[in-house]
């Protein structure tokens, strides 16, 4: 009889607590459901996760993960000081076997409150020099060079015989224009991997802006053949011999590149470049207008119709130009080299405070920029003359 009751006891405290896991799963579903809807839909999300994520004790295995949803919730939902909060319980629950999911998220947290130190240490623990490699070239596409820069130093510290921190400072080095760095910071990552096509095709870049041509060719190659579906390297090697004014062989490069990639619009725009750069306006729209019709929010695009327009001449051609730069800096904010050239036309046209202000968004871009400070120094006069403001040559940057 006595068995009997112990049976009975033991089987309903198995069915509570199997009910409890099983109520727990089921929140756990809903708030990953909320997550994704709060993910897709437009607009605020805060609604949607708020719904998912009221107060609760949650206890057992599934603690660490609902700590972890809620702290992706909190970061969506702009509120990084809470999302730490609940990323660090998540991984103290996960302890050492914590899912590098939990880090990864939780660098991303110490990011958003700009503590890139924190972030990483969170991001080297989930993932290694690849994650760190991975979001330091998210924030330097982002514009964040400063933090990028962080970031790809701690990968250099962290794993001296990696290439990827080298290869990550050398890109950096190359949205600062610094090629002499440049060149340096890739050149130590090619002794660590002689393989690498990006620092191969990176280094090219550094040449052929230092006049190296020959030695920038060579790179090249050796980056078509380790990675022949860059199309980087292809337009780079056209670059090398638009320098050298030999247009032909770059046009052929060019049309190399179009035909490989036939829905690229680079190699129409690298077309219109070397038009411009050939004194035929009327061809480059051409060009232009193809490269329209594959990428029509392409920022660069609309900095080669700049230079058209200002080649074309006549009397909108500066406003026309400055409407152009005015579209390319909406459509990429990060491009430094945009707001410079929006600067220069806009002093051009005599409109100061807009120069001005142009140059100051790009100084914020890189504060370290010693080239935008020559530009952002030359005075403003209203009603100047039509100057080019920035070469042909500089929009294949």
């Not at 980056?223 to 052929?252: C, N, V």
């Not at 006549?314 to 390319?328: K, T």
Request: proline letters at 5%.
């Amino acid at each position: 009889m006595r068995f009997k009751l112990l049976v009975v006891m033991l089987l309903i405290i198995a069915a509570f607590i199997g009910r409890s896991f099983w109520l727990e799963a089921v929140n756990l579903n809903q708030a990953n459901i909320a997550l994704m809807k709060a993910y897709s839909a437009p607009g605020d999300p805060h609604a949607e996760l708020a719904s998912a994520f009221t107060p609760a004790e949650v206890w057992g295995p599934l603690a660490s993960r609902w700590a972890r949803l809620q702290g992706i919730a909190s970061l969506w939902a702009g509120q990084p000081g809470q999302a730490v909060a609940a990323l660090e319980r998540a991984a103290a629950l996960e302890g050492i076997w914590a899912s590098p999911v939990t880090y990864i998220w939780l660098g991303d947290a110490y990011q958003a409150m700009n503590d890139i130190q924190s972030a990483v240490r969170a991001w080297d623990r989930a993932g290694g020099a690849r994650l760190l490699g991975s979001k330091g070239d998210k924030l330097r596409q982002a514009g964040q060079l400063a933090a990028a820069t962080a970031v790809f130093e701690a990968a250099m510290r962290a794993y001296p015989v990696a290439a990827v921190g080298y290869t990550g400072l050398g890109q950096v080095a190359v949205d600062r224009q610094d090629w002499a760095a440049a060149e340096a910071r890739f050149t130590q990552a090619l002794a660590l991997d002689p393989d690498a096509a990006q620092a191969h095709t990176g280094l090219a870049l550094a040449l052929l802006q230092q006049g190296h041509y020959a030695a920038a060719r060579s790179h090249l190659n050796q980056a078509i053949a380790l990675k022949p579906e860059d199309l980087r390297a292809y337009l780079l090697m056209g670059d090398t011999f638009a320098r050298e004014g030999s247009y032909t062989l770059a046009q052929t490069w060019y049309a190399r590149a179009a035909g490989l990639f036939p829905g690229s619009a680079e190699p129409d725009i690298r077309l219109a470049l070397a038009a411009i750069a050939q004194g035929r306006p009327q061809e480059a729209f051409a060009a232009l207008e193809a490269a329209g019709h594959k990428d029509p929010y392409n920022a660069q695009r609309h900095i080669a119709l700049a230079q058209a327009y200002r080649l074309a001449g006549g009397p909108q051609a500066l406003a026309s130009a400055i409407a152009a730069l005015e579209q390319a800096t909406a459509l990429a904010p990060h491009n430094l080299w945009a707001w410079v050239w929006l600067g220069d036309s806009y002093r051009d046209a005599g409109r100061c405070a807009e120069s001005q202000a142009a140059y100051a968004r790009a100084a914020r871009l890189d504060p370290a920029n010693a080239e935008v400070a020559a530009h952002q120094a030359v005075p403003c006069r209203p009603y100047g003359a039509l100057k080019p403001g920035f070469s042909a040559a500089e929009g294949a940057r």
